[in-house]
């Protein structure tokens, strides 16, 4: 393996010790998403986590929807997350899986419970079990229902799936310990009445087990022998292992805890995404400012670089915030490597190269990417007439411009060196065309006098040219941290987060380039085909990330 000399992460450190002990004998693992949104790149660190520890203990991965609360969830989300979840390179072989499906199980455990003395049906309302739950520092109240026979018990649970009682009238709760210091173990709800239609189970439910009830039984059914899952729910541990206990599963899972991703300027949270997603302010789901899978791979991440990321930050015990330049930083990397490059020019101005000859047209071959050679070739013309972008010329050059300015020559990108010799403006003073004069003897980067020439710019032959509209992305948030403590996430959006460049003109290799394929634009970043709106007869570039590399490590 390329990282044996890496030191091993804590949650490897549990596994190994597991094995030696002989607790599991295999490392089996799951990912079990809550189809209510799309998946964003927190998820994407616990699907490579969980992924990545099957393969390198050589066990098993399995895909499971822990679809136990039928009002958020939709079959869109179900689609959605298998394609993220498979783009990512996560196979979960023929090993998919619907909490849902195990209904039935979970309502015999309910019963086992019952019968055990292990659970019982309350009639307090929800406010008064919360009532009853006391505090962090007082014991709670036993519910005066606590002690129905196990008959009593099983007729109301019954009853409960039988629909005879309305939404919240009963629940059935576990018998554990009202004066526990753990609040979650003061009698936990473990299912509920929602007269409610589930995606895939229909009306065949009116009960549902809570997650708390629901989660350790779908691992257990499964096998699972480490169960990852963030931090919030190490107080829940307790009932996990209180359930798979008293429901007596030969092999229990152990509940592991890691700490959430959270990236600055973005939010992460699935509430929060689609808050933004349903007031309009992106552009759906796959908006390529937010951070779902969906959106960066709409705005040109590749999943190798996700993969770099997420093994690169690590897991950890304590909550922390990574730098999102840290992430771009993973991308620039691989494009950096591995996109071919292009020629673009997003504020074009034409150069008219006076003494070309008109009608002339010239082929040069340039290479696609000089740090792999085996990329091959491309062919760009070249003409009397060529798009530059419009702050390459200044007609009075500040201090140290070293591009074209009337008197100064540069290099055209892989062609030849011009000397810049004026401009034409319009009634408002404004430059609307740059001329030059080129040097024949300098074809294709020769210089045979030695000649000093400091900028080189890129072009486009504006006779053979595709026109293009290019999108570009800044941070969706104004601050770091928008979604922390009782700030309103939405008063820090930044109102320059998109601009949309139409009129680009690039050359025309790339009317036929199609998503996901990724350019590195030759001096201006790194951008990929937008996926859902570029065609040939109008091309749309997203800018994933920018040349130059602004995180400090
Ligand atoms: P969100 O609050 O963003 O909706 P969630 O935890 O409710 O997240 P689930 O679909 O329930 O989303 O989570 C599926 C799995 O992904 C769980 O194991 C969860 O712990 C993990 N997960 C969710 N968010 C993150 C994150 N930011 N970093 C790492 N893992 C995460
Ligand atoms: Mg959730």
Same mark, same amino acid.
């Given at each position: 393996m390329e990282n044996e000399t890496v030191s091993k992460n804590f949650i490897e450190n549990i596994i190994d010790k597991d094995l030696a002990e002989g607790v599991y004998d295999t490392v089996h693992t799951r990912f079990p998403p809550e189809p209510n949104g799309y998946l964003h790149i927190g998820h994407a660190k616990s699907i490579l986590l969980n992924y990545g520890l099957a393969q390198e203990y050589n066990g098993k991965f399995n895909m499971r929807f822990d679809d136990t609360n039928p009002t958020k969830e939709k079959s869109e989300f179900v689609e959605s997350i298998k394609a993220d979840i498979k783009w990512l390179g996560a196979d979960w072989e023929d090993r998919l899986f619907f909490a849902s499906d195990y209904f039935d199980q979970m309502y015999e455990a309910a019963v086992k419970l019952i019968q055990k003395g292990k659970a019982y049906v309350c009639d307090l309302t929800a406010d008064q079990i919360r009532e009853y739950r006391g505090t962090l520092t007082e014991p709670g109240k036993e519910s005066p229902?606590?002690?129905?026979s196990v008959e009593e018990n099983l007729q109301l649970f019954e009853e409960m799936k039988d629909g005879k009682y309305a939404d919240g009238e009963k629940v059935l709760r576990a018998k554990i310990d009202m004066a526990s210091p753990n609040m979650n173990m003061r009698d936990p709800v473990i299912y509920r009445v929602a007269h409610v239609s589930h995606?895939?189970?229909?009306?065949?439910?009116?009960i549902y087990p809570m997650y708390d009830f629901a989660h350790p039984i779908e691992d257990a059914i499964e096998g699972i022998s480490h169960s990852i899952c963030t931090l919030e729910f190490e107080d829940h541990r307790p009932l996990y292992d209180w359930v798979v206990r008293e429901l007596e599963y030969p092999m229990p899972p152990r509940q592991i805890e890691f700490a959430k991703l959270y990236l600055t300027n973005v939010v992460t949270g699935k509430r929060y995404i689609k808050k933004l997603v349903d007031q309009g302010i992106? @552009?759906?789901?796959?908006? #390529?400012?937010?951070?779902t899978i969906a959106a960066l791979r709409r705005r040109g991440y590749t999943p190798k670089s996700i993969r770099s990321f997420t093994e690169q930050i690590g897991v950890s015990k304590v909550n922390s915030i990574v730098e999102y330049g840290f992430l771009e930083h993973c991308l620039r990397d691989d494009l950096n490597e591995n996109a071919k490059r292009a020629m673009c020019v997003l504020h074009p101005i034409k150069l008219v190269i006076t003494n070309y000859p008109e009608g002339k047209v010239e082929e040069f071959e340039v290479e696609n990417n000089p740090n792999r050679p085996e990329d091959g070739t491309r062919t760009v013309t070249f003409s009397r007439e060529c798009f530059i972008e419009?702050? @390459?010329?200044?007609?009075? #050059?500040?201090?140290?411009?070293?591009?074209?300015?009337?008197?100064n020559e540069v290099r055209l990108k892989s062609t030849y060196i011009v000397k810049c010799t004026g401009c034409k403006k319009d009634e408002d003073g404004n430059v609307v065309e740059v001329y030059a004069e080129y040097d024949p003897e300098t074809r294709g980067g020769n210089t045979p006098d030695g000649r000093k020439v400091r900028g080189t710019i890129h072009w486009v032959d504006a006779n053979n040219c595709a026109d293009a509209e290019v999108r570009l992305y800044d941070n969706l948030f104004t601050v770091p941290d928008p979604d922390t403590g009782d700030r309103n996430f939405l008063d820090y959006l930044n109102p320059k987060s998109l601009e949309v460049l139409t009129g680009c003109k690039a050359e025309k290799n790339l009317e036929t380039a199609v998503a996901p394929q990724s350019f590195q634009f030759m001096r201006i970043g790194y951008f990929c085909v937008d996926n859902k709106d570029s065609s040939p007869e109008h091309l749309v570039f997203n800018r994933s990330v920018s040349l130059k590399d602004g995180f400090k490590k």
């Open positions: 229902y606590r002690n129905r995606h895939r189970t229909g009306d065949t439910w009116c992106v @552009d759906g789901w796959d908006d #390529p400012r937010l951070v419009a702050d @390459d010329f200044m007609e009075e #050059p500040i201090k140290k411009y070293q591009r074209l300015y009337p008197g």
